[in-house]
């Protein structure tokens, strides 16, 4: 009598994609590039250490957080590190706006469907993914705190001198 | 099946509605929008319900109970 409930309940949790945690392999995606340039695909980044950021023009901690990944790159990349953040926003106009406002330098991704977000399994807005040489991913924060800076150049410079047999 | 059972069965699906398929936390953009608040003007607000209170000879009409004392 009541299994068709089951069905239900069973069918929704079935469908809700396995969210991506430290350890998996940070699955791989291919977007187009916002301005000029050729898609961004993660495995064209293999090598180097990934900070992955999910965000939005209408996400108000991505404020803080974009410039601040900025000068994280601009310390890290002579190593080997790349930001790559990909755009949730459904309409471009309103990422340009805000990246006008909050200019960065490193590439941004542009998923208007949300269809990568849903493959990582995000649970808040913005999420970042730390991805190291090889394609796992090493830390994940949902939410953006200033101390989370701190974390990931502590993750970062780990990962850096795990690379050099340190 | 019988009929009622059959209705009593889509109710319960459709009228599950919203909390089959949540809000993901990408597409809450359209849900931020300053016009998508609860009080999209406090000061309009503020002002609305000072005329209010002050025409009615209420104090409290929102959030508190009040009565018609005057004293406004």
Not at chain 1, 86 to 100: K, Y
């Amino acid at each position: 009598m009541q299994l068709w409930r089951f069905g239900v309940l069973l069918a929704l949790v079935a469908a809700r994609a396995h969210a991506i945690e430290p350890g998996s392999v940070a699955p791989e995606f291919n977007l187009a590039r916002l301005g000029a340039g050729q898609p961004i695909a993660l495995s064209d980044l293999r090598g180097k250490i990934v900070l992955i950021d999910f965000w939005a023009s209408w996400c108000g901690p991505c404020r803080e957080s974009m410039p601040l990944y900025d000068k994280l790159r601009a310390e890290f990349a002579p190593n080997g590190f790349e930001v790559v953040a990909i755009n949730l926003d459904e309409v471009q106009t309103d990422a340009e706006a805000f990246l006008a406002r909050h200019p960065v330098s490193y590439p941004v991704g542009l998923d208007p469907t949300g269809d990568t977000a849903k493959t990582f399994g995000l649970v808040g807005m913005p999420s970042s993914y730390l991805v190291d040489q090889v394609g796992i991913v090493r830390a994940r924060h949902t939410g953006f705190k200033a101390k989370h800076i701190d974390e990931l150049r502590h993750q970062i410079l780990g990962l850096l001198g795990a690379a050099h047999g340190l | 099946m019988g009929c009622k059972t059959l209705t009593a069965l889509l109710a319960g699906l459709t009228l599950a509605g919203c909390t089959t398929t949540p809000v993901q936390p990408w597409e809450r953009g359209r849900l931020a929008r300053w016009d998508m608040q609860w009080d999209s003007d406090p000061l309009q607000t503020a002002m609305d319900e000072h005329i209010y209170f002050s025409k009615e000879g209420s104090t409290g009409r929102v959030g508190t109970a009040g009565g018609g004392c005057g004293c406004n």
